[in-house]
């Protein structure tokens, strides 16, 4: 089916004739001392990991499945993040049962895909023991960011995200990419705010 509506490459590399190559399956692996703790510019205050740079074909993946459409991508992207949870489980950093929230995406993006990418990437990797709950909605824009300071943005963006389902239990975020932390970090507090623990952040990518 999807042949018909998409051109058969690499969504990592480019290369014909497959959606995924060996090579980016690859460079997507999970090594014994991956994913790596981060320090994002905003720190969330807990750990941040990451399973990897947001450069090569892991962004090229995460680019063509959020702006693309290429929803075939879900899956290899899963199993890194699902590598990633069990290694953070091994490593006691996380308990099951584990909630995993997928961090909010701007609604206008996921909306016009039919379905927010990250949450399709948590609910793919489906590691036993944890559950995926889509507990938290990013509003859109409500002021205009033009004339406002750096702190300004930042706080405009900080009111943005809400919690719209009750989370009990031990929680992971997952985001697909951390820069600045901001969306971490916000995530987070609202979450505290509503009395949930939060262990630990996950990102497909580190900027
Ligand atoms: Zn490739």
């Not at 680019?63 to 991508?73: C, N, S, V, Y």
């Not at 409500?142 to 809400?162: E, F, K, M, Y």
């Amino acid at each position: 089916m999807l042949d018909l509506v998409l051109p058969l490459e690499c969504g990592g590399c480019g290369a014909p004739g497959t959606r995924w190559c060996p090579a980016c399956a690859a460079s997507l692996e999970v090594h014994t001392d991956e994913p790596i703790v981060i320090s994002p510019r905003l720190d969330p205050g807990v750990p941040v990991f990451s399973l990897g740079r947001y450069a090569g074909s892991r962004r090229a993946a995460i680019i063509a499945m959020k702006e693309h459409g290429r929803t075939d991508l879900v899956g290899p992207l899963a199993v890194a993040v699902a590598a990633g949870l069990t290694r953070l489980l091994t490593w006691g950093v996380l308990e099951t049962p584990l909630t995993v929230v997928p961090a909010p995406t701007r609604r206008s993006a996921a909306r016009r895909r039919g379905g927010d990418p990250v949450t399709a990437v948590a609910e793919a990797a489906a590691v036993p023991g944890t559950a995926v709950v889509a507990a938290l909605r990013m509003r859109a824009f409500t002021r205009d960011s033009v004339g406002l300071s750096p702190g300004q943005r930042q706080h405009n963006i900080a009111g943005r995200v809400r919690v719209r389902e009750r989370v009990s239990g031990e929680v992971l975020v997952l985001d697909d990419v951390v820069t600045t932390g901001a969306t971490a970090c916000e995530s987070v507090r609202v979450l505290q705010t509503a009395g949930v623990h939060v262990a630990a952040i996950l990102a497909v990518a580190h900027a």
